[in-house]
């Protein structure tokens, strides 16, 4: 029986759905077809049917789970200063919350381990999820030159991912939680200093002023 276009998106959007949160919580290589189709209900035909391999399965997951990720970080920070927001999206990214939900939380910091370990086309994806995040974050960098705010925040990313790997793997509740709160921190304090912060601010009262002269 032939599947209208509309079922094979849905089916495509729930083998993805389960696969994202089935690799971010056991791995891609301890995750079988089996468990994505048993999550998703449906078979390995309609797997099949939309993917070529369980390769292209984790590809095309890792793009969606940071896509995802990185609409639930972008929305507490919108319409705020730039320092503001990256406070927020820097609290949200380090928090116990984030912490324990490992199958919906950022699948870079999930992922990252086993990705080395991974054919081309998936390792691609990965590198398109964390360009994507580096971008993300530079937006709520201080700077005039793009090539500064991107230096920024790859160093701030690969900072919080690396906190909250080890937040997670420690056995140690009380380290965990000051992993987390001394690199959150850390990271804000780096991008934007004391002295950082009141010149950003003053050009953004000059620029105000000009817009209103």
Known sequence: MRVSKQKAAENREQILAAAARLFRENGIAATGVDMITRRAGLTHGGLYSQFISKDAVAAAAILVASRNSARRLRRPAERQPAEQGLRKVVRQYLST????????????AALGTDIPRQPRAVREAFTIAVTGAFDLLAGWMPGRAASCRQQK???????MVGALILARA??????????????????????????????ARATQRRAARRRAS
């Open 97 to 108: 919350s984030h912490r324990d939900e490992r199958g919906r939380g950022c699948v870079l």
């Open 153 to 159: 925040a790859i160093a701030a990313f690969s900072a």
């Open 170 to 199: 420690v056995s140690d509740e009380a380290l965990s939680q000051q992993i987390l709160a001394v690199s959150a921190k850390w990271v804000v304090d780096a991008a934007w200093p004391a002295r950082g912060v009141g010149e």
